[in-house]
């Protein structure tokens, strides 16, 4: 990445109530919720996202981490999305 190009986040909902069948999700595991520092269960929500530029993203500075997520969770929520892109005819 080039310094003149600021890195880029995606942030999911992430919810404690059962989402409805038509939305995209995916449930989180006790392990993971519990690496996340998240109540157990929970869901994030795949179609609901901001993509935000972190040269932008002022109100992030001073946030303290709650925990994370595995990389193998990340992989996971990777993959319906790009299912989801290629359904939709986008090329990287």
């Known amino acids: 990445m080039s310094s003149s190009v600021p890195g880029v986040v995606v942030l999911f909902a992430i919810t404690s109530r059962t989402p409805q069948h038509e939305r995209l999700f995916l449930p989180i595991s006790q392990i993971e919720c519990r690496r996340a520092g998240l109540d157990f269960p929970c869901w994030i929500i795949l179609d609901e996202y901001n993509r935000v530029e972190l040269d ?23 993959a319906p999305l790009r299912m989801q892109r290629r359904a939709a005819g986008w090329r990287p």
């Open 56 to 78: 932008k993203a002022f109100d992030f500075e001073c946030a303290v981490p709650l925990g994370s997520l595995s990389p193998a969770f990340l992989k996971k929520i990777a």
